[in-house]
């Protein structure tokens, strides 16, 4: 009876946790929609966002390259891109909320060695993931990623349209917040087991000099 309670919370706690992914999904989908929206005149009629722009493009490469290939809508697609980059940042929260009540709910070998407190393990997951990561913007900040092809070849008008900023910019920026996501969500494990190790230690070290 207790296994069949268990089995029917874990269900649950799995039916929570997908359709709060789908959520998130849903959300990141409608705010990265606000290209549609933006006139290509954005900057002309709002002179005040100006500087925000170019604050954006001179600090962030990325925002640099979407400026330099969105010819057509250069003011809406900087726009949008600078705006991307903060909600990517914003949804890296909820999104490692998501990845913390997945790591209870589900089970894998990465998952298993979370519970079981293998620090080893964990910290190779996370220098994996940190460099995963590092290699990805690196390559997404150059702008190359906006150019390269499913199929060989590239093509520099492929964020030239609004449908292509949308589908390839924004594939582009839900990965890095998905990765972050990740990243941050295994480093507060690590840190969490290391201080409940140490915390441990110190108890068993303290209950020695006791006796």
């Known amino acids: 009876m207790g296994n069949l309670d268990n089995k029917q919370k874990l269900d649950e706690n799995v039916n929570y946790d997908t359709l709060f992914s ?28 100006n500087s925000y722009v170019e604050f954006m493009k001179e600090n962030f490469e990325i ?12 003011q809406a697609g900087t726009l949008w891109g600078a705006n991307m980059l903060i909600i990517c940042c914003v949804f890296c929260v909820p999104l490692a909320y998501d990845f913390f009540v997945s790591a209870k709910c589900n089970s894998n070998f990465l998952l298993d060695s979370i519970r079981q407190e293998k620090l080893f393990f964990l910290s190779c997951y996370i220098i994996i993931l940190l460099l995963i990561e590092y290699k990805f913007c690196s390559v997404a900040f150059s702008g190359d990623l906006f150019d390269t092809q499913i199929r060989l070849g590239k093509n520099t008008e492929a964020i030239n349209s609004k449908f ?7 594939a582009l920026y839900a990965l890095m917040s998905v990765w972050t996501a990740m990243c941050l969500t295994f480093t507060y494990f690590f840190i969490n087991i290391t201080f409940k190790k140490f915390k441990n230690l110190i108890t068993k070290f303290n209950a020695k000099d006791k006796k």
């Open 63 to 74: 925002i640099k390259q979407i400026s330099i290939r969105t010819t057509n809508f250069q």
């Open 22 to 49: 789908l959520k998130i999904l849903l959300l990141y989908v409608v705010f990265a929609s606000h290209i549609f929206i933006l006139p290509n005149d954005i900057l002309d009629k709002f002179p005040f966002l």
């Open 164 to 170: 292509g900023l949308f589908f390839k910019g924004g």
